[in-house]
Structures are given as C-alpha cells and as structure tokens.
C-alpha cells in the first residue's frame, strides 16, 4: 500500500446548513422552524458541533499529515489518490455513503456528536482518530474491520456499490415494471420495487418489510414464518416490496439469498422513471429504463473500517 500523503475529511451538510440554502439566510429559517412550532435551537447546536468537531479534526490531523475537507454531495465524482486516508466526520449514515466511493481506501470514521449520534460505525472521536491516522501514515498496521458491499451492474458496464442496501424500482410512488430472473426461475412483476441488503443494511430498512410481515402475520392469525434470516458475510438477501398478482405479473419470486456465482438479473420494463440508488441516496442513481439489464450480487470490494488499536 502507498505511503499516506493525505487526508481526505469528508462531511455533509448539515440540517441548518439545508435550510440556510432553500430560505437564503438562518433569520429566514428561524423564522420557518420557530413559526411551525419547532426548536430551531436544536438546529443550532448541531450545526456548532459539527463545526466543532471538524476543526478539532483538522487540528490534530494537521500535526500528522495534510488535509482537505469534502462535502458529501461532491463525493460521486470525486477522484481519489492511493496515498489517501479518508476520515468521516458525521451520522453512521455517512459512512455508508463514503464507503462505496473510496475503493477499499481506510476509512476512520469519527462521531462528532456522541449525545445525538448512537455511533455504531464511528469508533472515534475528534481527539483520538489522530493516533489511527499516525498509525496509517507510519505504515503500521492497525485493526481493519472489513465490510462486504453490494454490486448492481448494468450491461453497458455501469456500476453502483452499497453499503447497507439497494432500491430497484420506480423513482416515484408508481409501480415498477420488471422482468426478474433468479436460481433458473423467470418471472415479469409489478411491485413497489426490489430491496437488496448486506449483512451491514439487514437492521436497516430490510427490517422494516420483515416488520411489516409479522404485523400481517399478527393480523390474521397465519403461521407465516416471518422471523428475518440471518446473513454470511458474503450472502445479499434480495425482497420484492409489495408484489401484485395478474394476469401478467406474478408473486412466487418474492425473495432469496445472492451469492458469488449466484445472482439476480433484473430486466427493466419500465419506459421511463426507472432507477437504482443505493443507501437511501436517491440523487446519486443509475437509469433503469426499458431496455436495461441489471445483474446484482455480492461486490468483490469491501469497506475497509479503521478500528481502536
């Protein structure tokens, strides 16, 4: 591996931050939020910790090595160097959304905000991530904790990882069109869309359709098996959200494991308004119209998580 030269200190703009761009300044914001009935103070003191916390982390990392700062949004397009560390500073949410961009690159994730971020993916703090990226730059070795991502591929060559989870479906509240192809079987659907999660994504919002199930399942009394599997570090659990049955689209398709070697084909049959995003971030999409072939499954990448020595 490269010697590290540089870090790359990755945010996202904040909720206040949002709002300051829509209304154009924070009185008129203020004025928004306060008029609802909401605490704009609360606004307030994310944005100052955050702020905080990122000027802490360019202090000590200036001690050790260079650094620039990167808003979240220019990720996508932001071409990133061998010799670079990358290290978050924000929500749980913004590790997954870094980690499909930066190539197996150390991702040190800090927490700049332990009394409102539960911080399951943010092991740092602002006063101790120096000593990670130290260690990174001396070349030693340090606690890696991988994790593996999700892979959609179109056949124009396209790709688009994830970290928690993929949506294959319709950008609106419309049905999704689409002919799926798993395990020797073929059926043409008509649904709210495909869920795809990793081990990572599986709490996530595949739980939410599991919820849903047992919900069902409580309702009208039927001994439906609806406890969530569990996954192996290289399975994906795929869920069709909502299927309806007619007389063209069918429902015995519904869910399965992906595997190397054993994935899932998604014909797009949708004219227009069809798409793939990944970890809930809908502005960062691939276009899946009529005509588009999609192959999901288990990406030979994985997120390289920096871990407390």
Known sequence: MPKIEYAIIVRA???LEQLKARYNTAAQARFVVERAGGNFSDYEAEQAALDLAVSQVQR??????KSKVVDREFLPSFIFADDQVVVVV?????????????R?????????????????????????????????????????????????????????????????????????RYR?????????????????????????????????????????GSPFATEQPALQPDELLFVVREPFRSQRTQCGLVAGRLRAGQPLHVE??????????????????????????????????????????
């Open 13 to 15: 703009k904040t909720r």
């Open 60 to 65: 000590e990392l200036g001690q050790v090595v």
């Open 90 to 102: 924000g929500q749980d949410g913004l590790v997954a959304n870094a980690a499909k961009y930066v």
């Open 104 to 176: 197996g690159r150390p991702l040190v994730a800090v927490n700049p905000d332990p009394a409102r971020y539960d911080g399951v993916l943010l092991p740092f703090r602002p006063d101790t991530c120096r000593a990670a990226v130290q260690a990174l730059v001396r070349g030693a070795d340090v606690p890696i904790r991988t994790r593996p991502l999700a892979q959609a591929t179109l056949q124009d060559g396209q790709r688009l990882l994830a970290f928690n989870d993929l949506f294959i479906g319709a950008a609106s509240h419309v049905s999704a």
């Open 180 to 220: 799926l192809t798993f395990d020797a079987a073929t059926e043409e659907h008509s649904s709210s869309g495909i869920i795809v999660a990793t081990p990572a994504g599986s709490t996530g919002w595949l739980s939410s359709i599991f919820n849903m199930a047992a919900g069902l399942e409580d309702f009208v």
């Open 268 to 309: 797009s049959l949708m004219p227009a308004g069809g798409v793939i995003f990944s970890d809930g971030v809908e502005a960062d999409f691939l276009r899946f119209n009529a005509g588009s072939v999609a192959t999901i499954g288990p990406s030979d990448e994985v997120a390289r998580l920096v871990q407390p020595g």
